[in-house]
């Protein structure tokens, strides 16, 4: 007998949270999508992860059915692999599966599974995109892989781009145009004569942010980066990029949660907010909840008529855009969005600056927008 079978791989993107929540109506939905096509079931499990998250398991007699999922992204991932010939059935419960879980987007690869297979290329890095596209970057070399404790990075060659920093497959910077993003979040606090007295980034690990803030002479400058591993691989192989940025007297860096570090410190001139607007993988929290957080707390740390500098998303991102004027409003005043366009990210990027006139709480009705349930690891 040949070892052959067909495997539909697919990721739902941005399915309703609690269904995804759900172990029973998890189970309820693979159960009744595999009767419905005419598969046989042999056994089903479930397991419900603490906080959040599920896997249910459905062995059927053309082979396997796996569902597991990330309630706090909204993703779910889908594994169905059959041994029987043709593909309706497989085909048929994915429809299903969709029907009944929602995604607004969706990928799947179609796997002829036996010998030969190749799933992988080594050459290649995709970048992944919610915005209906995909980019790929040839890689000239590795230099540098490894899962830290939060996220994968890798650091590449690039024929064209030079070398790269990725964080879970998501390009950050390039040497090639380093200059453009980290000029788009400096220059505003200069050109508006912010006093740099005192100076937060937020994020900004591989240090681009912190070399492009130096050359204006700020007196104090604090980086409050999580992960540890991505300064140490920054220093080591994007010295073109950070330059001696982290060793300067008047650089302090803060390996912490930037939320737990803003809620004890204030008073400075201007923050410099480079972290992502995706922080479900890094923090297992509704995005809206977390970011309505992090400004406040931003909002509340900054001295009056101090200055928020962000990176926001891609020009068609138009969700985060209309959820960011939503939560900046509530905080800031002269909330300003600009457009630059770097060559690495093959689009325009959104930057946004925000100016704190006085120190506000969000009222009732703010408060109201946020997700009922806080989907935080303790």
Known sequence: MRPLGSQLIAEFINCDADVLNDKNALGEILVGGIKECGMTLVTFNSHQFDPVGVTVLAVIGESHVVVHTYPEAHHASIDIFT????????TDLLEYLEKHLKPVTMRVVDLDRGNPLEVKQKDWLTSFSSCGYETRYHVKKFLFAKRSKYQQIDIIENDSFGRMLFLDRDLQISE??????????????????????????LGGGDGGVLSELLKHGPESVVLVDIDEEVIRASKQYLKSICGESFDQPNVEVRIEDANDYLAREDGFDAIIYDLTMFPEALTCKERTAFLTGIFSKISRSLNPGGLVSMQCCSEFDTQTKELLCEILSNYFADVVFETTFIPSFCEKWVFATAKVTQHTEPDSADLARLPDRDLSRT
């Open 176 to 201: 090639k145009d380093a200059h453009l993003y980290n000029a788009s979040l400096v220059a505003p606090i200069v050109k508006d004569n912010i006093p740099l007295t005192r100076v937060a980034i």
């Open 83 to 90: 041994c029987s010939d043709g593909p309706t059935s497989r």
